[in-house]
Antibody, heavy 121, light 112 residues
């Protein structure tokens, strides 16, 4: 079955760190761009970061310098390392498969169920 | 404040047609970047509804259609059904920050 499963969410104090994982099955992570999207409580979806098949990584302004996206091709897992966490980082975090590098780059056709991160102040 | 602007809510009766707008700028939709649409029920994984402005993934009914003109895009839903009640999001690429994807603020569709 083709799916993504996130893990690693939890309660963390402001200023703390957390690493989220996204395990892929049924396809090879290295064949697609992979993305993290989050949804703060009561708010809409917010793009966080993307990992290109070339190894390039990009981040939203809100997380640049604090979050790092990476992948382990041998395990078919990709990660979001989060440091210096703030209250506004509290959200459900989703990993998603991007159409990229094919024609419709940016479209997210496969999503995980999400993992919840709560930053306490 | 989202980069792409959507109405917070729309509503329609079963069988009717509704349109959800998504307004951007010259650095995203107006630059010709693809617009994608998602259906989302709270507590579940979002689902891709439309990609590349007008294309439907397999399994998405043809009641859903997308269009784009200038700096705006639209999602049309015809023959409204109770199960269509959900949040809908548009998404595009923004040239102002390399690699940046942007979402609309989301629109809550209520089926009356």
């Amino acid at each position: 079955e083709v799916q993504l499963v996130e893990s690693g969410g939890g309660l963390v104090q402001r200023g703390g760190s957390l690493r989220l994982s996204c395990a892929a099955s049924g396809f090879t992570l290295s064949s697609n761009y992979m993305t993290w999207v989050r949804q703060p409580p009561g708010k809409g979806l917010e793009w966080v970061s993307v990992f290109y098949t070339t190894g390039g990584t990009y981040y939203s302004e809100a997380v640049t310098g604090r979050f790092t996206i990476s992948r382990d091709t041998s395990e078919n897992v990709f990660y979001l390392q989060m440091h210096s966490l703030r209250a506004e980082d509290t959200a459900v975090y989703y990993c998603a498969r991007d159409f990229g590098p094919s024609r419709y780059m940016g479209a997210l056709d496969l999503w995980g169920q999400g993992t919840t991160v709560t930053v306490s102040s | 404040q989202s980069v792409l602007t959507q109405p917070p809510s729309v509503s329609g009766a079963p069988g009717q047609r509704v349109i959800i707008s998504c307004t951007g700028s010259s650095s995203n939709i107006g630059a010709g970047h693809d617009v994608h649409w998602y259906h989302h029920l709270p507590g579940t994984a979002p689902r891709l509804l439309i990609y590349g402005d007008t294309n439907r993934p397999s399994g998405v009914p043809d009641r859903f259609s997308g269009s784009k003109s200038g700096t705006s895009a639209s999602l049309a839903i015809t023959g409204l059904q109770a199960e269509d009640e959900a949040d809908y999001y548009c998404q595009s690429y923004d040239s102002s920050l390399r690699g940046s994807r942007v979402f609309g603020g989301g629109t809550k569709l209520t089926v009356l």
